[in-house]
């Protein structure tokens, strides 16, 4: 029975060290994806609705990551205040223009 234990010991342990060293050139592990959000909103337009519904950010053992949120947010935030400013900027321009759209004669006159 000795010699049974301590030859499937040997043969255990050849296999382990075979399976560990004797890996090749392929890598055990696939490469793990950064735990680092990449802004997946576009840089060169203005986020329209389907970027913010297609944002899904990376959960971890706690929840979403707090920077990854907040630069989120930092960034709809400002594009947010920059077409607000647009549209006041517009109404303003609107507002200031001649309603009935013949500005250079008085009554309807011509």
Not at 26 to 50: N, T
Not at 57 to 76: E, I, K, N, Q
Request: hydrophobic share 50%; net charge negative; charged share 30%.
């Amino acid at each position: 029975m000795f010699w049974f234990l301590l030859i499937t010991m040997v043969v255990v342990v050849a296999a382990v060290t075979l399976a560990v060293v004797g890996g090749g050139d392929s890598e055990v592990l696939p490469e793990v994806a950064p735990e680092q959000l990449v802004d997946p909103l576009p840089a060169a337009r203005p986020v329209d609705r389907a970027d913010v519904e297609a944002l899904r950010l990376p959960v971890t053992a706690r929840g979403y990551r707090m920077a990854d949120v907040d630069d989120v947010l930092v960034r709809l935030g400002a594009e947010l205040a920059e077409r607000d400013a647009r549209i006041a900027e517009l109404e303003e321009a609107l507002a200031g223009a001649d309603p009935r759209g013949d500005a250079g004669t008085e009554g309807g006159e011509k």
